[in-house]
Nanobody
Framework: QVQLVESGGGLVQAGGSLKLSCAAS????????MGWFRQAPGKEREFVSV???????YSAASVKGRFTISRDNAKNTVYLQMNSLKPEDTAVYYC?????????????????WGQGTQVTVSS
C-alpha cells in the first residue's frame, strides 16, 4: 500500500513563492514517476508537472519557467517549487504516483494519490 502526504500549501501574494513537498511510503519510490496535479473549484483536475524515475521532467505550458519539480530518492520525497505565483494558480494541489514507463500526464495514468494541499494566491 502506498501513502502520499503533501505539505507546504498556504496563502501567498501574487508574485510570491511556495514549495510543496510530498512524502511517499510503501513502495520503492525511486522506480516510479511522481506527478503534481491541481484542481480549482468547479474545474477538472489539471496536470502540472511530472518527474520520471530517470529524473527527466515535463511540465504544463501554464507553469513552465515558474514551477520546478524535483525529487530526493533518499528521502522518498518529491517537491514542487512554485515561483511567480498568480491568482490563477489557486487550487488544491495533489501529488500522485504512476507505475507507467511512459510520461504520465493524465490523472487516470496514476494509481496512488495524496490527500491534497490548498494553495491560495491573492491578488
Amino acid at each position: 500500500q502506498v501513502q502520499l502526504v503533501e505539505s507546504g500549501g498556504g496563502l501567498v501574494q501574487a508574485g510570491g513563492s511556495l514549495k510543496l513537498s510530498c512524502a511517499a511510503s510503501g513502495r520503492t519510490f525511486s522506480m516510479y514517476a511522481m506527478g503534481w496535479f491541481r484542481q480549482a473549484p468547479g474545474k477538472e483536475r489539471e496536470f502540472v508537472s511530472v518527474i520520471r524515475w530517470s529524473g527527466s521532467t515535463y511540465s504544463a505550458a501554464s507553469v513552465k519557467g515558474r514551477f520546478t519539480i524535483s525529487r530526493d530518492n533518499a528521502k522518498n520525497t518529491v517537491y514542487l517549487q512554485m515561483n511567480s505565483l498568480k491568482p490563477e494558480d489557486t487550487a488544491v494541489y495533489y501529488c500522485a504516483l504512476s507505475t507507467t514507463t511512459r510520461v504520465p500526464v493524465r490523472p487516470e495514468e496514476y494509481e496512488y494519490w495524496g490527500q491534497g494541499t490548498q494553495v491560495t494566491v491573492s491578488s
